[in-house]
């Protein structure tokens, strides 16, 4: 098929280059003239493991192309999908201009009927949204042009994004024309090598609800286990044995019921609240989404506050050494990161910052951490330990599961660790001679 997919983010990078990679051509648009003219020499904006060769080798086959143009591309194209950003606005809800902006400028240039996918995640009656305003352009052009709106919400995890959505474990497709569905059922079979059985259609409405419901859903795992690593640390349970112990009931799981930092990023933080403004609009008060939120908001500076509760309230003159600045490993995403609210915390109090992160350090630099002068970065996890008072690790990268402990021992003016993701042993690192703090269990 011919594809148009309007966002070069990240759901739609993903998206364009992954349905290349099957045999179809896609041109990917963005009005960012710059940035895709960075696409097409093979620099991408964002850091996903596999997605630059994936790209670069789609490009050069000339299945994967980018392009400023969306009114050329319209002309030719079977289905076009829209990938915009739905930032938060002030109020918690998702801000849909950009989305109502392509829906408005498809209006103006399509040709002929066209398939119009919201790819983006966007709050229940977008769809109806859209569908009016395209129709409001054609009408303005005196055009009978048939089109039909669907929602096929992405579910990607940053750091898998490419694995997720070649081997989808489902695809949700809302519409309620079943020849648009058997279309859309066509463009995704490849995906699905054994069956299609993993591919669930429903109503427009279900399925923009479905991409909310499961990012709460996943968001409140993350904070209930952080909530009762919190009560084990007061009765002196340790959390590491308990989630074991619950993550063996196979009505649990052990998926997301990991205690740490709080979860961060472009999904959780920003669903959370647009589903929680959704339930208020409708005159609902949604308490357990909010308490998700509240927890996960406190849940942040756990880590800041056991430094605070080591060292004192004023922490001039010490020096800490920050390993992992991304909210999770295997992306360079920093968005609502804990690592932004600790850092603030400690350095507020007076203290100075050494930091490290395989992939997220220009993000720090540039735009997350850029006006906080008390932070000096690194070039290596062992760099940043030298003079450093304590080590605390605040994203579980590979390359901090299994460090030379020795190494960390002699940096170190003490041998302090604060580990915001329970990576360690505790009683090996004590058997070591550390100082060894982590989240669920009283040191």
């Known amino acids: 098929m011919n594809l148009t997919v309007i966002g070069t983010g990240y759901v739609g990078l993903v998206s364009g280059t992954c349905f290349a990679?099957?045999?179809?051509?896609?041109?990917?648009?963005?009005?960012?003239?710059?940035?895709?003219?960075?696409?097409?020499?093979?620099?991408?904006?964002?850091?996903?493991?596999?997605?630059?060769?994936?790209?670069?080798?789609?490009?050069?086959?000339?299945?994967?192309?980018?392009?400023?143009?969306?009114?050329?591309?319209?002309?030719?194209?079977?289905?076009?999908?829209?990938?915009?950003?739905?930032?938060?606005?002030?109020?918690?809800?998702?801000?849909?201009?950009?989305?109502?902006q392509v829906a408005k400028?498809?209006?103006q240039h399509m040709t002929h009927s066209l398939i119009i996918v919201d790819k983006s995640t966007v709050p229940v009656g977008t769809a109806d949204k859209v569908r009016a305003t395209i129709q409001n352009e054609l009408s303005k052009r005196n055009l009978d042009i048939s089109f039909d709106v669907v929602s096929n919400p992405e579910f990607l995890k940053e750091g898998d994004a490419i694995n997720d959505?070649?081997?989808?474990?489902?695809?949700?497709?809302?519409?309620?024309?079943?020849?648009?569905?058997?279309?859309?059922?066509?463009?995704?079979?490849?995906?699905?090598?054994?069956?299609?059985?993993?591919?669930?259609?429903?109503?427009?409405?279900?399925?923009?609800m479905t991409k909310y419901v499961a990012n709460a859903m996943l968001a409140t795992k993350i904070s209930f286990m952080n909530e009762i690593a919190n009560i084990c640390e007061l009765v002196g349970a340790d959390v590491n044995k308990v989630r074991i112990g619950i993550g063996s009931d196979s009505r649990i799981g052990y998926s997301f019921i990991y205690p740490g930092s709080g979860y961060g990023g472009s999904c959780f933080p920003?669903?959370?609240?647009?589903?929680?403004?959704?339930?208020?609009?409708?005159?609902?008060?949604?308490?357990?989404?909010?308490?998700?939120?509240?927890?996960?908001?406190?849940?942040?500076?756990?880590?800041?506050?056991?430094?605070?509760?080591?060292?004192?309230?004023?922490?001039?003159?010490?020096?800490?050494?920050?390993?992992?600045?991304?909210?999770?490993?295997?992306?360079?995403?920093m968005r609502e990161a804990p690592s932004i609210y600790i850092i603030k915390e400690l350095v507020k109090r007076g203290a100075k910052i050494n930091a490290y992160d395989p992939k997220?350090?220009?993000?720090?630099?540039?735009?997350?951490?850029?006006?906080?002068?008390?932070?000096?970065y690194f070039n290596s996890k062992y760099e940043t330990l030298k003079n450093a008072d304590a080590m605390i690790l605040l994203t579980e990268w590979k390359e901090f599961r299994s460090p030379d402990f020795e190494e960390l021992k002699q940096q170190l003016k003490q041998p302090i660790v604060f580990d915001g993701r329970n990576q360690y042993n505790d009683e090996l690192m004590k058997q070591n001679g550390f100082e060894y703090f982590q989240i669920g269990k009283k040191s």
């Open 21 to 100: 990679e099957m045999g179809n051509t896609v041109t990917c648009i963005d009005i960012n003239s710059s940035k895709i003219e960075n696409l097409k020499e093979g620099i991408i904006p964002i850091y996903e493991p596999g997605l630059e060769a994936m790209i670069k080798r789609n490009y050069n086959n000339k299945t994967l192309r980018f392009s400023t143009k969306l009114a050329d591309n319209l002309k030719k194209c079977n289905i076009a999908f829209i990938a915009v950003g739905t930032p938060m606005g002030d109020d918690g809800s998702a801000d849909l201009q950009f989305v109502l």
């Open 360 to 376: 997220a350090m220009k993000e720090a630099q540039h735009f997350y951490l850029k006006d906080i002068k008390e932070i000096t």
């Open 105 to 107: 400028e498809i209006g």
């Open 165 to 208: 959505f070649m081997k989808p474990d489902r695809v949700i497709i809302g519409s309620d024309n079943n020849e648009v569905l058997d279309k859309m059922r066509t463009l995704y079979a490849p995906f699905f090598r054994s069956s299609v059985d993993r591919l669930i259609t429903m109503d427009v409405r279900s399925a923009e």
């Open 270 to 333: 920003k669903d959370v609240k647009a589903l929680k403004k959704t339930a208020e609009e409708h005159g609902y008060s949604a308490q357990l989404i909010k308490s998700i939120e509240d927890v996960n908001d406190n849940q942040k500076l756990v880590i800041a506050n056991k430094v605070i509760h080591r060292f004192g309230e004023d922490l001039t003159g010490k020096i800490f050494a920050v390993w992992g600045l991304a909210f999770k490993p295997e992306t360079d995403d």
